[in-house]
């Protein structure tokens, strides 16, 4: 009997557990979806142009600021940092010092700015990690990982989500499981058929997007 009634135990566990798997599976997913459309993914098709200043502050002191005029229909993005005034292919960006440094900017200021509308980019996976509260809200945790996508595949990101707006309050930036950053998502304002969150702030630092404009396809 008790090895009978052993047998029924493991058998449920099989059955139970790649169920509970896929159930986590399937609400990672549809979060990664709400997110994307509380964000305004649903439009992003129309997006031309995309202009920013990604602009890093400390106790007061600009440390950096980075223009940047993204030509979304033609592929490029115009970047202007550190006196230099650079127009880059972001499809083939060249081998150059300066095309690659052009290239690392957009990568890291347009991810810091549109982070929610690419977690349904291809090669992004998606598990959904419970609960936990940031700025006095119980928030659900979707982490994000990569599959060869990117200039840093290995590095993850947790993204905290208000239950009630499906907007990124803030997310825990992980390069390795020995360091996270926490960072703030903050000030969302509308641009063209998008919301986005326009400063960050974390370990003293503040990230401010400021000049945002959003332009649409007629």
């Keep these: 009997m008790k090895l009978?009634?052993?047998g029924v135990v493991a058998v449920l566990l099989l059955v139970i557990f790649p169920l509970q798997a896929q159930a986590q599976n399937d609400r990672a997913r549809q979060l990664a979806t709400e997110v994307w459309k509380a964000s305004g993914g649903e439009n992003w098709a129309n997006v031309k142009e995309v202009r920013?200043?990604?602009?890093?502050?400390?106790n007061g002191k600009e440390l950096a600021s980075v223009q940047h005029q993204w030509d979304v229909a033609a592929g490029t993005d115009r970047v202007q940092w550190k006196g230099k005034d650079l127009t880059v292919n972001l499809g083939a960006p060249g081998e150059g010092e300066d095309e690659k440094a052009a290239y690392a900017r957009w990568v890291n200021d347009s991810y810091w700015l549109l982070a929610p509308l690419k977690v349904l980019d291809p090669g992004v996976?998606?598990?959904?990690?419970g609960t936990k509260e940031t700025q006095g809200v119980a928030c659900e945790l979707l982490r994000l990982s990569f599959e060869q996508v990117g200039l840093t595949p290995t590095d993850q990101y947790l993204l905290y989500i208000d239950p009630q707006t499906k907007l990124v309050r803030a997310w825990d930036y992980i390069p390795n499981p020995e360091k996270v950053r926490h960072s703030t998502w903050e000030n969302y304002q509308q641009f063209g058929g998008l919301k986005l969150a326009t400063e960050h702030n974390f370990e003293g630092k503040t990230i401010r997007f400021t000049a945002v404009a959003v332009e649409m396809r007629e």
């Excluded at 996976?125 to 990690?129: A, D, L, T």
């Design 4 to 6: 009978r009634l052993c």
């Design 52 to 58: 920013f200043t990604f602009v890093v502050e400390e």
């Design 125 to 129: 996976k998606h598990s959904h990690e």
